[in-house]
């Protein structure tokens, strides 16, 4: 069972920065792709961007292409997103998923292909 931890919500302004961290247990962190999805209130989780395994190919949702950037640390068991240029339309519960393989680029948005999800982490953007 892999467990996912994600960390570094709050409560910023308009045009702040903030970095999310996502930990996953697992002696194979380095061949699980990840991702990062959302949800606000009253809409559908979306997805926000996600890395494969190998290559380290990224995915960005069109609503934060230029402003998030995704990374990982595979020796520290660890994916980030740098989020920048912050909007109140950013302001959802952030989750980190995990899946244990490799995705291709094409599929890296895809809620249904990760098995493993953290709790979530608050991120709300004020006007």
């Known amino acids: 069972q892999v467990q996912v931890v994600e960390s570094g919500g709050g409560l910023v302004q308009a045009g702040d920065s903030l970095r999310l961290s996502c930990t996953a247990s697992?002696?194979?962190?380095?061949?699980?792709?990840m991702a990062w999805f959302r949800q606000a209130p009253g809409k559908d989780r979306e997805s926000v961007a996600g890395i494969r395994a190998s290559v380290f190919s990224t995915y960005y949702a069109d609503s934060v292409k230029g402003r998030f950037t995704i990374s990982r640390d595979n020796a520290k068991n660890t994916m980030y997103l740098q989020m920048n240029s912050l909007k109140p339309e950013d302001t959802a519960i952030y989750y980190c998923?995990?899946?244990?393989?490799?995705?291709?680029?094409?599929?890296?948005?895809?809620?249904?292909?990760?098995?493993?999800w953290g709790q979530g982490t608050q991120v709300t953007v004020s006007s």
């Open positions: 697992g002696r194979t962190f380095s061949s699980y792709a």
């Open positions: 998923a995990a899946a244990p393989l490799e995705l291709s680029r094409a599929i890296l948005h895809l809620a249904a292909e990760y098995d493993y």
